[in-house]
């Protein structure tokens, strides 16, 4: 069964709205790991928008599930601070500046040699590394060479053509996790997955390790409360 990792960036955001401590970020990944959650996810920007540098350290030293940072490598600040902080995995985002949210995977044939380098410096490390990655086989492929230990696939298009024809939309993934699994790359996925379309995700894709969820995650907790969020989203990956 595939975990689920809980990102807590639009805690921060929230939190930041106003300037103060209200909602606590550590105490809510506190309750997120009481209520079921397997992880804990944070997407810190050079902006420091919603995860700020400090909060890293801060969760660091509560976190008992999994702590995943993600980030743009190509920012040294964000390498000194996964290699200060030392998670239990690293997933590496080709984020361009300022960009509003993640909007693509890595090309790991153009960057090979960049990948295997910044990879070996997390894993002589002994941090987990992902790499974000479209489902593209090439790009898994060349994925498998670059030393990473997983690749996470990114789900914003599977998300968006769900609603359309989810069968069309979930087939490229079907495809990149198998040749994933076969070169031996686990497997983890983000990126807009949600109360609909995450069943029917985790139920095709077996070799599945984890997702990563926060923005209808912590949506969906507005209505459902984040206890009974948590328990509903862990019911999605029963059968995954
Ligand atoms: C890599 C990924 O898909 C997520 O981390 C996403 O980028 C969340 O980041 P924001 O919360 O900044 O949109
Ligand atoms: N890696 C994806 C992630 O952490 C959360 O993405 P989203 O659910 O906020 O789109």
Same mark, same amino acid.
């Given at each position: 069964? %595939?975990?689920?990792?809980?990102?807590?960036?639009?805690? *921060?955001?929230?939190?930041?709205?106003?300037? +103060?401590?209200?909602?606590?970020?550590?105490?809510? *990944?506190?309750?997120?790991? !009481?209520? #079921?959650?397997?992880?804990?996810?944070?997407?810190? !920007?050079?902006?420091?928008?919603?995860?700020?540098?400090?909060?890293?350290?801060?969760?660091?030293?509560?976190?008992?599930?999994?702590?995943?940072?993600?980030?743009?490598?190509?920012?040294?600040?964000?390498?000194?601070?996964?290699?200060?902080?030392?998670?239990?995995?690293?997933?590496?985002?080709? &984020?361009?500046? +300022?960009?509003?949210?993640?909007?693509?995977?890595?090309?790991?044939? %153009?960057?090979?040699?960049?990948?295997?380098?910044?990879?070996?410096?997390?894993? &002589?490390?002994?941090? !987990?590394?992902?790499?974000?990655?479209?489902?593209?086989? #090439?790009?898994?492929? %060349?994925?498998?060479?670059? #030393?990473? &230990?997983?690749?996470?696939?990114?789900?914003?298009?599977? %998300?968006?053509?769900?609603?359309?024809?989810?069968?069309?939309?979930?087939?490229?993934?079907?495809?990149?996790?198998?040749?994933?699994?076969?070169?031996?790359? #686990?497997?983890?996925?983000?990126?807009?997955? @949600?109360?609909? /379309?995450?069943?029917?995700?985790?139920?095709?894709?077996?070799?599945? @390790?984890?997702?990563?969820?926060?923005?209808?995650?912590?949506?969906?907790?507005?209505?459902?409360?984040?206890?009974?969020?948590?328990?509903?989203?862990?019911?999605?990956?029963? /059968?995954?």
């Amino acid at each position: 069964m %595939a975990r689920l990792s809980v990102n807590i960036n639009k805690i *921060a955001t929230l939190r930041n709205s106003r300037g +103060g401590n209200n909602p606590d970020l550590v105490q809510v *990944a506190k309750d997120c790991e !009481r209520f #079921g959650a397997q992880g804990i996810t944070v997407h810190p !920007r050079p902006d420091e928008r919603h995860i700020r540098y400090q909060d890293v350290f801060d969760l660091k030293k509560i976190v008992t599930t999994e702590f995943n940072i993600e980030g743009n490598c190509q920012e040294q600040k964000f390498v000194d601070l996964v290699l200060a902080s030392k998670p239990e995995q690293v997933t590496l985002v080709p &984020d361009a500046l +300022g960009q509003i949210t993640s909007n693509h995977g890595w090309d790991t044939v %153009a960057n090979q040699q960049y990948l295997q380098d910044i990879i070996k410096v997390f894993k &002589d490390a002994s941090i !987990r590394v992902s790499i974000f990655v479209d489902p593209v086989i #090439g790009m898994v492929e %060349a994925a498998a060479t670059t #030393g990473t &230990d997983r690749i996470e696939l990114y789900t914003e298009a599977y %998300a968006t053509g769900y609603h359309q024809n989810k069968a069309e939309a979930l087939a490229p993934y079907v495809k990149a996790a198998e040749k994933a699994h076969e070169l031996g790359l #686990g497997i983890n996925a983000g990126h807009d997955l @949600d109360l609909h /379309n995450l069943k029917y995700f985790a139920e095709n894709i077996p070799a599945l @390790d984890e997702v990563s969820i926060g923005h209808a995650l912590i949506s969906d907790a507005l209505y459902y409360g984040l206890e009974n969020t948590i328990q509903m989203y862990l019911r999605q990956l029963v /059968n995954g």
